[in-house]
């Protein structure tokens, strides 16, 4: 099954990978209990990341996919906080989608998410996009494969994906929102 998603394997040399990380480790951390219910995420730590020059890095990779495929209208007068993430030891994000915030919104909605990886020693983590439901309601999901330290990934805010369980190490990626006008 094809998914309608961007890979830029390697988009980002692994020096700059680990001064992200020297960055992100060093910020407070945030508490996302007031969206997500415990059952659904595990996570470490979870901290925002303002600095341009980071936010650059992935805001070129996902103009590229956009004009390329989604063409969706984005408007950077608004631009959100990078998302870091630290998954330790059993540590995972249930199935959702990044399409917010709800309406009515003094900010524009999400149109694309995407994703960069900034360590790769760990085990499990899996990044997945939803592919299906059966006929029992389960879900089921493709592992995106070769996403690796210093890579990124551009999908549609709208596709439901998840981070399965880590089973080994410390997964820590950085997750880029591109807003824009409500769809017509």
């Known amino acids: 099954m094809d998914l309608p998603y961007w890979l830029f394997e390697d988009a980002v040399p692994s020096e700059v990978c680990d001064v992200i990380v020297k960055i992100g480790m060093g910020l407070p951390q945030t508490d996302i209990d007031w969206f997500y219910t415990s059952d659904n995420v595990s996570t470490d730590k979870v901290s925002f990341i303002e600095d341009r020059w980071v936010n650059a890095i ?3 990779h996902v103009d590229i996919a956009n004009s390329q495929s989604y063409k ?11 998302q870091f993430t630290v ?18 919104s003094p900010i524009y909605p999400r149109k694309l998410s995407s994703i960069l990886l900034l360590t790769d020693d760990f085990e499990g983590g899996e990044l997945e996009l939803f592919t299906h439901n059966d006929t029992n309601g389960q ?11 210093g890579s990124i ?16 190490g410390t997964r820590i990626s950085l997750v880029h929102w591109a807003h824009g006008p409500k769809l017509k």
């Open 139 to 149: 879900i089921y999901g493709q592992a995106i494969e070769n996403f690796n330290k």
């Open 153 to 168: 990934i551009v999908f549609p805010a709208t596709s439901y994906h998840r981070v399965r369980k880590i089973t080994k």
């Open 87 to 104: 998954y330790g030891d059993q540590g995972f994000f249930g199935w959702h989608h990044d399409a917010l915030p709800p309406e009515p």
């Open 72 to 82: 969706f209208d984005i408007n950077y007068d608004f631009e959100a906080s990078l």
């Open 58 to 60: 992935i805001r070129h």
